[in-house]
């Protein structure tokens, strides 16, 4: 076990919807961060927070959004859903900001149908 | 920007035997960390081995060990005495330290090394 917790495991939802998904860090991690991996791809990189500030975006539709609260906990929001965005999304933490490792969570599967 | 090559889609090793999973990067940085994580069929992603560029010493992790080639920007992961429960998709990443670029917040992934383990 990460320590690394994401709600829901999975999620089916309809084109055009709009769905958050949550991760709660590691006890003691100031950095989230939000990975999509498509059916049978690496892992593509769309955002960073660190300590409740946003660091750093890769590739992050403009549809796509995310925050991280107060506690640390963090959300990521989808919306106007489209078939390509089924995937897995991994929330991972870490320590800081560069040295330690990111540890990952189980992940959501999310379906759009 | 950094790559990340993972040139073996597929690997086959028997168990109780050593297979080694070979990583290529390319970068202009001198300091930066390596990692190999494993991908099983439960999809969780776990931290294997990390390496420190300015580290010479190759790391190691009980069967697990890496061979560090920094001039070549090599990072191949070997397996020891290999185990059914080996048997997942690997993947090698890259991260920078450099804060002031954004960069240091992303691990570059490789396309990954889907290892087999058979009787």
């Known amino acids: 076990d990460s320590g690394v917790t994401q709600t829901p495991k999975h999620l089916i939802t309809a084109t055009g919807q709009r769905v958050t998904l949550r991760c709660s860090p590691r006890?003691?991690?100031?950095?989230v961060y939000w990975y999509q991996q498509s059916l049978d791809q690496g892992l593509q990189f769309l955002i960073h927070?660190?300590?409740?500030?946003?660091?750093a975006k890769g590739n992050i539709l403009e549809r796509f959004s995310a925050q991280q609260f107060p506690d640390l906990h963090s959300e990521l929001n989808l919306s106007s859903l489209e078939l390509g965005d089924s995937a897995l999304y991994f929330c991972?933490?870490?320590?800081?900001?560069?040295?330690?490792?990111?540890?990952f969570g189980n992940g959501t599967r999310l379906t759009v149908t | 920007a950094q790559t990340v090559t993972q040139s073996q889609p597929e690997m086959s090793v028997q168990e109780a035997e050593t297979v080694t999973l070979s990583c290529t990067y390319d970068?202009?940085?001198?300091?930066?960390?390596l990692f190999w994580y494993k991908q099983p069929p439960s999809r969780q992603m776990i931290l294997v081995i990390r390496?420190?560029?300015?580290?010479?010493q190759n790391a190691t992790e009980n069967r697990f060990s890496v061979n560090f080639q920094k001039a070549a920007k090599s990072f191949s992961l070997k397996i020891s005495d290999s185990q059914l429960g080996d048997a997942a998709m690997y993947f090698c990443?890259?991260?920078?330290?450099?804060?002031?670029?954004?960069?240091?917040?992303?691990?570059?992934f490789g396309t990954g090394t889907r290892l087999q383990v058979t009787l």
């Open positions: 991972a933490s870490s320590r800081d900001r560069v040295n330690s490792p990111l540890h």
């Open positions: 006890s003691g991690d100031l950095s």
């Open positions: 927070y660190y300590n409740g500030e946003e660091r």
């Open positions: 970068t202009s940085e001198s300091d930066y960390y």
């Open positions: 390496q420190e560029a300015y580290k010479q």
């Open positions: 990443a890259y991260r920078s330290p450099k804060l002031n670029t954004g960069t240091a917040s992303k691990l570059t």
